[in-house]
């Protein structure tokens, strides 16, 4: 993943000292919160969806120098972020004023012209574990695809053709639980293992991680849940020819009929079970208070990469 620039960085600081597991990050775009040690919990927002800045400070906290930067935007899962306890609030608080007229001052002085073009948005997935946990339950029953030793023979040569990840499991489980990643190392062989032939033990998590998707969108309407099947090789390069040379194979193909079954199997359990759906419905309405928010700016026209409209 590429390294992001951060323009400013500060920990919630308890009598001015830095010493919470609440640190705060600010790029030339998004502002970032995240919190515990063990466990993190990670939020941001973009700063085009800003809305308004506010700084308040206690007498305690213009004792010790610090102050709390409260930030309201358009963001349903983050409409209001607190930077608690931060050292120079109102520097911080000018600073994201200021990111916009970086961009103008740097086209005058330059005399040039600056334009903002928007290009794409998605909004952020919103999990549903009532359907989640039927899904793993019915891809326990389907059970993973089986490969010929011709078809690990043919992902061993795919992988030779790109380095793999150092230490890579696959399952984003494997990032927040210990014993998930310890049982996955070992039936991926320390994920060495070409084609996995095997089933990620269930984690829920509303992790937000790096990437997007237009389920995220559709998230926001309806109970949404996903499944991830083999179709290509372990730790394979997203969008590449790699993944693409596995399309048209037997390994293609099983992944899709695998993943076809365990849809069609939860769709018979929603069927034939009622009150599933009305579960669902309430965690849906529950994580989705919010409402929808539609990414992008009512101003924005589509891009042609290469080309214009």
């Not at 078809?151 to 230490?167: D, G, H, L, P, R």
């Not at 083999?230 to 969008?239: A, E, K, M, Q, R």
Request: hydrophobic content about 35%.
């Amino acid at each position: 993943m590429e390294s992001i620039a951060y323009i400013w960085k500060d920990r919630k600081r308890y009598f001015g000292l830095p010493i919470s597991f609440t640190r705060y990050r600010l790029s030339e775009n998004r502002i970032f919160r995240e919190k515990g040690f063990l466990n993190l919990k990670e939020e941001e927002v973009l700063l085009y969806r800003v809305r308004d800045l506010e700084l308040t400070r206690s007498l305690w906290q213009r004792i010790f120098r610090v102050g709390t930067v409260c930030i309201y935007s358009s963001d349903k899962t983050t409409p209001h972020l607190d930077l608690q306890n931060v050292r120079d609030p109102k520097a911080v608080k000018e600073l994201m004023v200021r990111l916009e007229k970086i961009f103008q001052g740097a086209a005058m002085m330059t005399e040039t012209t600056v334009k903002k073009r928007f290009i794409d948005g998605c909004s952020n997935t919103v999990p549903n574990k009532t359907l989640e946990t039927l899904f793993w339950k019915n891809f326990n029953e389907v059970g993973v695809p089986a490969h010929t030793p011709e078809e690990v023979e043919y992902a061993k040569q795919i992988v030779a053709s790109y380095e793999m990840t150092k230490n890579k499991l696959p399952g984003d489980a494997c990032d927040e639980d210990a014993e998930i990643a310890e049982w996955v190392d070992k039936a991926s062989e320390h994920g060495t293992v070409p084609l996995n032939d095997f089933l990620v033990p269930y984690h829920f998590s509303t992790k937000e991680r790096p990437g997007s998707t237009d389920v995220g969108d559709v998230s926001w309407l309806v109970p949404t849940a996903q499944i991830n099947v083999v179709t290509f090789p372990s730790n394979s390069p997203g969008h590449s020819w790699q993944n693409v040379s596995c399309g048209h194979t037997s390994i293609g193909h099983k992944g899709l009929l695998t993943a076809g079954k365990v849809i069609a199997a939860t769709a018979i359990d929603l069927y034939e079970n009622p009150q599933i759906i009305a579960d669902a419905k309430a965690e849906f309405d529950k994580r989705a208070a919010g409402g929808y928010y539609c990414p992008v700016p009512e101003d924005a026209v589509p891009t042609v990469v290469g080309g214009q409209f």
